[in-house]
């Protein structure tokens, strides 16, 4: 599975942006797709993912209620709805794929997607 994330930009806290993985190359609704990010001098972080399945979501807890994972099979795509921004959501965000179920473990994902940055202003 080749990935491409799309969508990262500036924004003031409070904003709103979704961000866009686009898969091709494999059956894309048989893989989940994770979201991560990372900012700078830290280390990559779990934020949320989907299943195969459409009703199967899982969020870190520091973006619980404001970022939603969702996918479009038929597009191929997933996407990342982030809501009431924060300063602290600044980070460079991946999208990843693994077979079938989420996980929250980075290591678990076979294919990753190259990075779009989302910097959030005070």
């Known amino acids: 599975v080749q990935l491409q994330a799309s969508g990262g930009g500036s924004v003031q806290a409070g904003g709103s942006l979704r961000l866009s993985c686009a898969a091709s190359?494999?059956?894309?609704?048989?893989?989940?797709v994770g979201w991560f990010r990372q900012a700078p001098t830290e280390d990559r972080e779990f934020v949320g993912a989907?299943?195969?399945?459409?009703?199967?979501?899982y969020y870190a807890d520091s973006v619980k209620g404001r970022f939603t994972v969702s996918r479009d099979d038929a597009k191929n795509t997933a996407y990342l709805q982030m809501t009431n921004l924060k300063p602290e959501d600044t980070a460079t965000y991946y999208c990843a794929a693994r077979k079938l179920f989420l996980s929250s473990n980075s290591k678990q994902y076979d294919y990753w997607g190259q990075g779009t940055q989302v910097t959030v202003s005070s």
């Open positions: 190359g494999r059956t894309f609704r048989n893989y989940a």
């Open positions: 989907i299943g195969w399945g459409y009703n199967n979501t």
